[in-house]
């Protein structure tokens, strides 16, 4: 038995599965970062004395990963219009530039924690600590999350494309919503945690 709705679309929605599950889990997401913005706003507001984060974090080195995200959504949506013209060789390189700069996020991230714990400066430290580090650490985890799908279908996942290329183009277009998704929160995150 097939599972209806794979590559048509639900005549209900106007989506097939797989991109209406992705928005469900979005809107699960939303919620999850919204309440973790919201209490970052409200300690924040309610704090008597709050340290300025230029003051305390790396600005250049956020900025260079607010730029890799920026640029991965771009080499994401076009690994998406290459499948959709027929160009799989095209798709593939577009894919693993995506996938390496995730990678180079997390490298530039891994840098600014690095310099962070050498000087002793933990989520234990403070408040400002505890949230900086909560969110951008939720958030590394989701970029992890991404490079291991986004990995998946540059490799073996790919094989479908030959069976079922219609369906495996749906699949990375639903990738490509997930990894949106995780810029744009890192857009939100950059200037609510380093510049304001």
């Known amino acids: 038995m097939q599972i209806p709705y794979t590559v048509t679309t639900r005549p ?9 599950g992705i928005w469900l889990f979005l809107a699960s997401e939303v919620m999850l970062f919204g309440s973790l913005f919201s209490a970052y706003i409200l300690l924040r507001v309610a704090a008597v004395e709050w340290p300025h984060g230029s003051q305390l974090l790396n600005v250049p080195l956020a900025f260079i990963n607010t730029v890799i995200l920026i640029g991965s959504s771009v080499t994401m949506v076009l690994s998406w219009a290459s499948l959709k013209m027929k160009d799989f060789a095209k798709y593939r390189r577009y ?8 990678f180079g996020f997390l490298v530039v991230k891994a840098f600014e924690y690095g310099a ?81």
């Open 95 to 102: 894919m693993g530039l995506t996938i390496l700069c995730g």
């Open 12 to 20: 209900d929605t106007g989506l097939h599965n797989a991109k209406l």
């Open 116 to 196: 962070k714990f050498s000087h002793g400066l933990s989520p234990a430290e403070d408040l400002f600590y505890a949230t900086y580090f909560t969110l951008t650490g939720l958030h590394g985890l989701h970029v992890i999350g991404g490079i291991i799908v986004n990995t998946y279908f540059w490799g073996p996942g790919s094989r479908m494309w030959d069976t079922e290329p219609e369906r495996f183009t749906n699949r990375v277009e639903v990738a490509g919503l997930y990894w949106h998704f995780v810029d744009l929160v890192w857009i939100f995150l950059f200037p609510t945690l380093y510049l304001l």
